[in-house]
């Protein structure tokens, strides 16, 4: 497309001095003017008159949000009364603070909500009617406080209707792949915003705009260093430095984990082995965790990535998972810490389809595991591809904590050039029906512990973040970092809710603005899906970075090429993982394998990943499968097209700054689109050997330029 060079620059000056401009940096927390006047002034009238039952470091970490508010929204300041009594109209405590002034019921009604929950509503006292926010623990009361500011800016604030919340997962969590020269493993945001070598000295206002971020969406844990871990991080120096960031987020209920490398007491501790049954190891593991908590009181506790992708593990010493993992969950439980053990393992050396080494590790493993073990599972079985099944491990073990590993950030989902809302890919995985341990279990009950009574619960997930000034490079990106903090609360929210709410906090009220970006969100998952990997395709992206299309890549360990996943020959494309194939699909539950098993059953977004099927395989809509497949990677580029129309429609309605770096950013996606159109038709076609139908827009480019394509300095790698 012509776009003159001179105006983009005379653009980016006006909007480098013009300060209204937005850039995103203020997240979904930008306070803007109210404008509905009784709405304005009832928020005064609130703000005006606050009462604080108590002091702690919870109550002043709100206060600056109610500052921010009033200065947002009102351009004014709020009043902090020293007298409960006194012209106030606004109560803020605990439970307990305020015992005197509720009636019991309502005092149970609360209790019930747990350490997490709040209630708001009106309270009377002495004939005087009071806006409340309570909670059982200050935390719970920041949350309701969040919540209350959410509804102002969505216009949906009432004084008179009580509302009550708590979570339903219990650790909430960002995992952040960050290394220690603050590079970030497959993170397309600039660099990692732990600014260590300045640390512990120096708290950047990033991390309390980070801790703000966090808990307004209810994330309670963060780990901080990649699962690919350096040990240099459980020295003494790096715990004095996590110390530092674990400060600034306590008051905002987020406690810090960090990563634990297993080969640790070698590396660091100048022992000869990391045998998780030698006396001297357990003994490394114990006193470093002791020390740890030394730093950090409420310390959460270690992430371990073992055995899986070169990195070290119990295997090495002949011992299992659940041998490594309760040797550091018993150094960590006298300190109330947890062990989260991650079952993304498959190795290089074991010929089985990758998609079954979890299962065949942890399933003869279940009921071995410490009650401080949480085993964390990504949602699908491969690797976060832009759409999977869910995972055979989710129902599969019912004696062990489990928890769900989704990834926030877009390695396989166009990385910050593609706008792609992850909702509903995360939806579909939370509502898959698991069959196990009950005919009505899905991923999401599994989750929440209702069907085994797991008490300690986690969603997490893989940070998208880093020092972009929007701090997730496409601020649409935001969309899902936001997203994952309501959906680690509340797995049962749909994504209609969330995107709405997204959206109205971001962009504002204006019904002709929500309902299009909302369009656009709530269709650019299955767009990606379309014009990356149709129909159950996968793992066909460029090698290493991931970046772009790459169903051609070959040599090296055949479980990182392409061929090994899509399985193309002369007769058709899949891996077939029946019992005739690999016998993956045999580890699900059984109405599953009926379900899935048979290629004319199985949903069609799941066919090629469970099947083989013969190139004129006929589809639901009758269409052979090649037909198929060129429609949907079609379809997928027409689309893009679409969210960009539809985008340029609101450019009278947003805010310009914000307008020119999404339309950029849409016109990267198209091309990327269409790259992946041609790449993938182009190389599928030496297999099928059929024309293309011809009502596609027919791929273009030669399939050996495409193939020749290097990005050696990708980002994220
Ligand atoms: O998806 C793969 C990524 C690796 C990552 C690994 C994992 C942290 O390509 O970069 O390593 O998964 O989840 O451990």
Redesign the pocket.
Known sequence: MYRPIYFTLLFCLFFSLNSSANDGYKLWLDYQPIQEQSLKSEVKSLLEGIYFFGENPTFDAIKNELNLVAKGMLNSDPIYSKDRLQNTTFWIGTREQLSQVLSLTKQAEIKALGAEGYWRGEIEFEGKSYYAIIGNQPVGILYGVYNWINSIQSNTFNKSIEFADAPKIKLRMLNH?DNLDRTV??GYAGFSIWDWHRLPGYIDPRYIDYARANASIGINAVSLT???ANALILTTDFMKKAKALADVFRPYGIKVFLTARFSAPIQIGGLKTADPLDPEVIEFWKKKTDEMYSFIPDFGGFLV?AN??G?PGPHEYGRNHAEGANMLADALAPHGGILIW?A?VYSHEDEVDRHMQANNEFEPLDGKFKDNVIIQI?NGAI??QPREPFHPLFGAINQTNVGM?F?ITQ??LGQATNLVFLTPMWEEVLKSKTYRPTPSSTVGSVLEGKETNQKMTLMAG?SNIGTDRNWTGHLFAQSNWFAFGKMAWNPEITSEEIAKEWTELTFGQDQEVVTKIDEILLESHETAVDYMTPLGLHHIMGRSH?YGPGPWVMGGRADWTAPYYHQADSLGIGFDRTSDGSGALDQYAPEVVQNWGDPHQIPEKYLLWFHHVPWDFKLKNGDTLWEGIAHHYDRGVKNVRKMQETWASLESKIDPEEFDHVRQLLEIQEEEAEWWRNACLLYFQTFSNRPFPTDIEQPEGDLEYYKSLMFPNAP??
Do not use: T
């Open positions: 792949w493993e497959r990649n699962v690919n990535k899986s992708e990195q991650r993304f990504k690797d976060f590993e990834q390695e396989y893989v991931h994220g790698i």
